[in-house]
C-alpha cells in the first residue's frame, strides 16, 4: 500500500531550504543561548517589515499570544469578549484563560467569517473587545469590526493565525485592530519546528509591557513590575522562522496559484468552493469546500489514497468543556452548517500538478454517489 497523501507534508514544503535550516539550527547551538537572545530580537524585528511596520513580540505559541494579547488589554474576571463558535478551541481557552467570558456570534455563510452585522446586538455592558479569526487564511471585514468597536469603546485583538501575510483592503491583517495574534505550530503558513507565536502592535510602550508579561513580568533581571508569565519564542525556532519569512511571499503565490487551478479542476462539481470576497487577499492556508455528506466523501478519498481534515467538526459552543456557558445545538445555525460540510483538502506550496490531480480526481469520484 501507499502512504496515503497527507493534507500537509512539513518536510516537502521545507525541502528546498532545508540545509539552511540545518545550518540556523546549528549556529544556535553552537552559541550556548537559547532564550531571548539575537535570533529572537532579529526574527520579531524581520516580521515587523514583513507585516509593515510596528513591533512584534514572539512568545511560546498562538495560544499564548491571544492570552498575553488579552492580558495586556486589561480583560479578566468579569469581562466577555466577542468571537466566533467555528474556530480552533485556542481562540477561546485564552479568552477563558484570563478569567474572561465569550460570547459568540454567527458567521456569514459564504466565509465562514464573523458577521459584523450580528456584533452589535451581542455586546453587553461588561463587552470589552471583539476577536476576529482571520480563518482559512482569510481576512474577516476589518472596516466593520473596527466602526462598531470604535462606536463601543472596544478593544479589537485579531487572531491571525491561519493568515500571515494575508491583507484587508491594503494593509495586512493582524495590524488592523490594537494587537495582532500570529501561531507559528508547524503546519501554519509560516511554521516553526515546535510551537511558537508572535504578538503585534503599532505602540512601543504595549511592546515593552508585552515583553514584560512574556517574561515572568520582568522590567530588568529580578524586578517584576507585574505578575506575568513565562512564554517566550526561543531561540531555535526563532532562527528557524528567520530562514524560512524571506521564502514565505514566494510560497504564498505559490498557494494562490495552485488554489486557481484546484479551483477550475472542481468548478463542475457537486460542492461549493471558497466565496470570492471583497477587499480581502486570502493566504490559502487551507483549501476547504463545503459537501453534503462530508463523511461519506471523506471516508471515500481516504479509500483513495487522500487524507482530508475537517475544521472543525464541533463547534466551540456544543464542546462539552464549554457546555456551562449554557448555549445549545441551533444557537448559531451558519456556523454549525460549517462544521458539517466543510472539508479541507490536502493542500500546500510544495503540490505538484500530479498531486493536485490526485486530490481534484479522487474527490471528483467520492463526490458522485
Ligand atoms: C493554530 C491556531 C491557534 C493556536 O495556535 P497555537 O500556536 O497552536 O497555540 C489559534 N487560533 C487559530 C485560528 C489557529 O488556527
Given at each position: 500500500m501507499m502512504r496515503p497523501m497527507p493534507v500537509f507534508d512539513v518536510c516537502a514544503h521545507d525541502r528546498e531550504i532545508a540545509e539552511q535550516i540545518e545550518h540556523a539550527i546549528m549556529r544556535v547551538v553552537r552559541s550556548g543561548w537559547f532564550i531571548l537572545g539575537r535570533e529572537v530580537e532579529r526574527f520579531e524585528e524581520t516580521f515587523a517589515d514583513y507585516l509593515g511596520g510596528g513591533f512584534v513580540v514572539g512568545v511560546g505559541s498562538g495560544t499564548d499570544a491571544i492570552q498575553v494579547a488579552l492580558i495586556v488589554t486589561g480583560i479578566g474576571p468579569g469581562d466577555t469578549v466577542i468571537t466566533v463558535p467555528n474556530t480552533a478551541v485556542p481562540t477561546v481557552s485564552a479568552i477563558t484563560a484570563v478569567g474572561a467570558q465569550p460570547i459568540f456570534v454567527d458567521v456569514d455563510p459564504?466565509?465562514?467569517?464573523?458577521?459584523?452585522?450580528r456584533i452589535e446586538e451581542a455586546i453587553k455592558p461588561d463587552t470589552r473587545a471583539i476577536l476576529p479569526v482571520h480563518l482559512y487564511g482569510r481576512a474577516a471585514p476589518m472596516d466593520q469590526i473596527l466602526e462598531i468597536a470604535g462606536k463601543h469603546g472596544l478593544a479589537v485583538i485579531e487572531d491571525a493565525a491561519q493568515a500571515h501575510g494575508a491583507y484587508w483592503r491594503d494593509r495586512k491583517v493582524g495590524?488592523?485592530?490594537?494587537l495582532g495574534c500570529f501561531s507559528f505550530y508547524p503546519s501554519k503558513n509560516l511554521g516553526a519546528y515546535g510551537d511558537g507565536g508572535a504578538i503585534w502592535t503599532a505602540e512601543a510602550e504595549v511592546a515593552q509591557r508585552l515583553r514584560q508579561l512574556r517574561n515572568y513580568?520582568?522590567?530588568?533581571?529580578?524586578?517584576?513590575?507585574t505578575i506575568g508569565i513565562n512564554s517566550r519564542l526561543d531561540e531555535i525556532q526563532a532562527a528557524i522562522l528567520a530562514t524560512k519569512l524571506p521564502h514565505l511571499e514566494m510560497w504564498t503565490q505559490k498557494r494562490r496559484t495552485l488554489a486557481e487551478t484546484m479551483r477550475q479542476r472542481l468548478s463542475d462539481l457537486p460542492l461549493t468552493l471558497p466565496a470570492r470576497a471583497d477587499g480581502e487577499t486570502h493566504v490559502h492556508h487551507l483549501f476547504v469546500v463545503r459537501v453534503n455528506n462530508r463523511d461519506r466523501v471523506r471516508r471515500a478519498m481516504e479509500e483513495r489514497g487522500i487524507r482530508t481534515q475537517v475544521h472543525y467538526p464541533i463547534p466551540i459552543h456544543l464542546q462539552e468543556a464549554y457546555r456551562y456557558l449554557g448555549y445549545r445545538a441551533g444557537a448559531f445555525p451558519q456556523a454549525e452548517a460549517w462544521c458539517l460540510e466543510t472539508l479541507s483538502l490536502?493542500?500546500?506550496?510544495?503540490?505538484s500538478e500530479n498531486d493536485l490531480s490526485l486530490v481534484t480526481d479522487a474527490l471528483a469520484e467520492a463526490v458522485v454517489p
Open positions: 459564504a466565509t465562514a467569517l464573523i458577521q459584523p452585522e495590524t488592523w485592530g490594537d513580568g520582568q522590567a530588568d533581571r529580578y524586578r517584576h513590575v490536502p493542500f500546500s506550496p510544495a503540490m
